[in-house]
């Protein structure tokens, strides 16, 4: 579309005839550069965050991922203010926020402090089993914590 824009300027200067701006033009090329950043910020935060997600229990380095984290979200508010309104903004902002607050749950888990009996109590309180093996992963605690809240208030209770 540009080339053609610029074709047809090269022509109108040349019958000397008055050419319009096409701010249409200019809005869409800007638009879709922020939407070229705005999807290449969510390709490298989700990468990380399926990459973290298959890591076994005893292999999280929580600090580098809660490290990590604050850069993305540190990033994302960064980004161009036109587009915090649109929908891959805030789908991204979420993912890197429940995974701040995963985060928080695994630091605590990984705790030394917590003893087998509460595990027992943690999987009584939540209605799921969970085996403390090296086999766990970020991803399986996800998919097995329906009610976050409810797992935050127990862990905090329990300390």
Excluded at 26 to 42: A, G, P
Excluded at 123 to 138: E, H
Aim: charged share 30%; aromatic share 8%; net charge positive.
């Amino acid at each position: 579309m540009e080339r053609v824009m610029s074709t047809l300027l090269d022509s109108a200067n040349l019958f000397e005839v008055n050419f319009p701006e096409y701010k249409q033009l200019r809005s869409c090329r800007r638009e879709s550069l922020l939407l070229k950043v705005l999807w290449d910020f969510v390709y490298i935060a989700r990468t990380s965050i399926d990459d973290w997600k298959t890591t076994l229990w005893r292999e999280i380095n929580v600090e580098q991922m809660d490290i990590d984290c604050n850069r993305f979200s540190k990033d994302i508010k960064l980004l161009d203010k036109e587009v915090r309104s649109w929908n891959v903004y805030t789908g991204a902002e979420s993912t890197v926020k429940n995974m701040m607050t995963s985060l928080k749950a695994v630091t605590e888990l990984q705790n030394s402090a917590i003893r087998e009996r509460h595990w027992q109590q943690l999987m009584k309180a939540t209605g799921v089993s969970i085996n403390q093996s090296i086999f766990i992963t970020p991803e399986h605690m996800q998919k097995h914590n329906k009610n976050k809240h409810k797992l935050q208030t127990k862990l905090t209770a329990m300390k």
